[in-house]
């Protein structure tokens, strides 16, 4: 079965330090691998997302991802946080040649402090 | 150029009633899928409309239906209610290409009582 799992219910970081929000993943085939982030009361926004090539994703505001085949990772880091950084962030899969359904971990909420 | 657009933002309803909830993909996108967030959880998905039809379908009763117009807007319907149906129900649009990004919307908060 498909499945993400994201180890830590929370995150939280000082402002100006480096983040890191973990994601690893289990499917059949290549993943097709998404970082999303909500705010409260709001629906998802797009952060990134790794189809091919390039292990290193860059994406909105600052934000990028590795995707490491081997460890079936896909961590999301930004260099410096900011207080505005704070939500809820999902990490999310596809896989398979003819699905486009969108398999989501449980979130990790991220807290940045001034 | 306008997002996802979803209607109503909220509802309250009780056991046993139906409900009809309404999105409106991203400009120039054709597909839509539906997914539910309950409270403390990730978004699972429902099903996924393109071309008017239903074109992939999640772990969900019979009770959820949906439905896809020429303008490309959807609909998903849930009848008799249960008090588990309490949930954020996100619409998100797309293009009809496999693994191409879905957009979201702001969802519908649907509390059951």
């Known amino acids: 079965a498909q499945s993400v799992a994201q180890p830590e219910d929370q995150v939280n970081v000082a402002e100006g330090n480096p983040l890191t929000v973990k994601c690893t993943y289990s499917?059949?085939?290549?993943?097709?691998l998404f970082w999303y982030v909500q705010y409260p009361n709001r629906g998802l926004q797009f952060l990134l997302k790794?189809?091919?090539?390039?292990?290193l994703v860059k994406g909105s505001y600052g934000f990028e991802a590795e995707f490491n085949k081997s460890q079936t990772s896909f961590h999301l880091k930004k260099p410096s946080a900011l207080v505005s950084d704070s939500a809820l962030y999902f990490c999310?899969?596809?896989?398979?040649?003819?699905?486009?359904?969108?398999?989501f971990g449980t979130g990790t909420r991220l807290q940045v402090f001034p | 150029d306008a997002g996802v657009t979803q209607s109503p933002t909220h509802l309250i309803k009780t056991r046993g009633q139906q409900v009809t909830l309404r999105c409106s993909p991203k400009?120039?996108?054709?597909?839509v899928s539906w997914y539910q967030q309950a409270l403390g959880q990730g978004p699972q998905f429902i099903f996924q409309?393109?071309?008017?039809?239903?074109?992939q379908r999640g772990n969900f009763p019979d009770r959820f239906s949906g439905h896809q117009f020429p303008n490309y807007s959807s609909e998903l319907n849930v009848n008799a209610l249960l008090l588990g149906d309490s949930a954020l129900y996100l619409c998100?649009?797309?293009?009809?290409?496999?693994?191409?990004?879905?957009?979201f919307g702001p969802g519908t908060r649907l509390l059951v009582l």
């Open positions: 400009s120039g996108h054709d597909t």
């Open positions: 499917v059949s085939g290549n993943p097709y």
């Open positions: 409309y393109y071309e008017e039809e239903e074109r």
């Open positions: 790794y189809i091919t090539g390039d292990n």
């Open positions: 999310a899969v596809i896989s398979g040649l003819s699905t486009d359904k969108l398999i």
């Open positions: 998100a649009s797309s293009l009809a290409v496999l693994r191409e990004t879905q957009y």
